[in-house]
């Protein structure tokens, strides 16, 4: 779907836009004079810097509610001149404010606001982006727009997109609403006990091309699946690259799956370093604006950590303690689900088990301990400690293959299916390892399905792997209800 953009206007004419959907907002030097600001706004310095960089502001209200929404704005910069800073300023009609905001610094006078970059995201590159969001308490849309002073232009307009629709009757969201740990189970807004089983995308750095409307209408639709995780790599030209990118092509991922109708669990996937604290100032920040994106949705699980590695249980912990809160402050709600020693496998791959966890467990309620497996490698002793701590401790599986632990080599299909079993019995939640068509045998697709885009139904497409995990998948759910 095409957002709905239109040009700044008068308050009179900007009301009849309310519901508008993205706000196009481009500077040039041939634009008209912009309206009376606060003093100190007029910099000619900013203006001539803005001139050579051509920056522009797209402001993208990603989500709304009866008496607010919220908006993503985006720098991009479409000039041949790096720009070394940026400020975009708007005014808000009478009635309506900014509640919170996020990846940038604001200041206000009356009912003009003035936002500007922070450290990580001053520099926008040529043809690069960066950006930055708020939550309004209001409907009432931004008016007077200007990039580092210069007025907006080029708007144009478009019959404004309806509001985002409820989730589809009779799909797992609708059926079961929120979800809340209960015990040590995850249960829906009934009470009852339910199990998830859904498909982990691989880093959006480098397959984002297999995550198509026609892929994911497909894991909905044909593979009938009730969760997609969005993995999100801090590393390996993952998220500490391009904060801003990579946090809107998660968020973009989000919403796909919620039109849906499935949960989305939001992945973390840090592994090299494997202490989580190492990107402690990552984490909040990520977190904060995915969080600030989709405040009131009821279909979001957070993993804050997917495979912490060579660090002990209360490190992990503490690192648990501190990002917990942070999702807290902008959704009470969700689960969290916290990663545990050694790759997420309850501490058993270096030496442990599940023990250490449930003498110690995370100072926080509603949240889920992750436990990851790969059926080729991980054997009996991988197999007891999941059935002992699901016993004791709420488990999701969020990650697991057929294959060895590199997600490569020959399908242990017999052993997977002992794991189902158990998880079928136990009603522990679970996500396979990968919906797309890298080369390794633990990705469902063969290769060259999304540069072909598609087929994606059926499982002419398929490797072994993913028509074994298809199969699983599709079995109906019988979520309890009453």
């Known amino acids: 779907m095409t957002p709905a953009r239109f040009q700044p206007r008068p308050a009179a004419a900007a009301a009849a836009l309310a519901s508008a959907l993205l706000l196009a907002l481009t500077t040039a030097t041939a634009a008209p004079a ?4 606060p003093a100190g706004t007029d910099d000619p310095t900013q203006r001539s810097r803005a001139a050579a960089a051509r920056i522009t502001a797209d402001i993208t209200r990603t989500s709304s509610w009866d008496t607010g929404y919220g908006a993503d704005v985006s720098i991009t910069n479409d000039g041949d001149t790096t720009a070394d800073g940026w400020t975009v300023e708007f005014d808000l009609p009478a009635g309506t404010t900014v509640g919170s905001h996020w990846s940038a610094t604001k200041s206000q006078q009356g009912q003009h606001y003035r936002f500007t970059d922070v450290a990580y995201n001053a520099t926008v590159t040529p043809g690069g982006r960066q950006s930055f969001g708020f939550n309004a308490i209001g409907t009432g849309l931004p008016l007077n727009c200007t990039v580092n002073g210069l007025p907006c232009q080029d708007g144009g307009t478009t019959p404004a997109d309806p509001p985002a629709e409820p989730p589809r009757a009779g799909t797992p969201v609708d059926l079961n609403g929120r979800l ?21 995308t691989h880093g959006t750095q480098w397959y984002a091309q297999c995550l198509t409307d026609g892929s994911l209408d497909a894991l909905a639709g ?19 690259t391009d904060p801003a990118r990579f946090t ?55 993993e804050i950590a997917n495979e912490p590695s060579g660090v002990s249980w209360s490190r992990i912990k503490g690192y648990a303690e501190q990002i917990i809160p942070v999702i807290r402050a902008v959704d009470a709600d969700a689960p969290v689900l916290v990663g545990t020693r050694a790759w997420s496998s309850l501490g058993v791959s270096e030496g442990a088990d599940e023990s250490e966890v449930v003498n110690n ?18 054997r009996d002793e991988y197999l ?14 969020t990650e697991f293959g057929t294959q060895n632990y590199a997600g490569e080599g020959a399908d242990d299909f017999a052993m997977s299916q002992r794991y189902l079993d ?41 490797k072994p792997a993913g028509v074994w995990i298809r199969e699983r998948v599709r079995t109906p759910d019988g979520f309890p209800t009453g």
């Open 34 to 37: 912009a309206p009376a600001a």
């Open 384 to 397: 007891a400690t999941l059935s002992r701590a699901a016993d004791r401790i709420p488990v999701f599986v």
């Open 180 to 200: 809340e740990v209960c015990g040590t189970k995850l249960c829906n807004e009934h009470g009852n006990p339910v199990q998830l089983r859904g498909m982990s």
């Open 422 to 462: 158990l998880m079928a019995d136990k009603k522990i939640s679970w996500v396979n390892w990968n919906f797309s068509d890298d080369h390794r045998s633990g990705a469902v697709f063969t290769p060259g399905t999304c540069a072909g885009d598609g087929p994606w139904t059926g499982t002419t497409s398929l």
């Open 222 to 240: 044909d593979w009938k699946a009730d969760v997609l995780r969005v993995s999100t790599y801090v590393q390996e030209g993952g998220y500490e």
């Open 361 to 378: 467990p995370v100072d926080a309620s509603n949240i889920m301990y992750t436990f990851h497996f790969y059926a080729a490698s991980h």
């Open 248 to 302: 809107s092509l998660a968020d973009s991922l989000i919403q796909e799956a919620s039109e849906r109708g499935m949960y989305v669990i939001v992945d973390w996937h840090m592994l090299d370093p494997g202490d989580p604290v190492a990107n402690l100032d990552n984490a909040r920040r990520f977190f904060t604006d995915i969080a600030n994106r989709n405040k009131g949705r009821d279909n979001i699980l957070y």
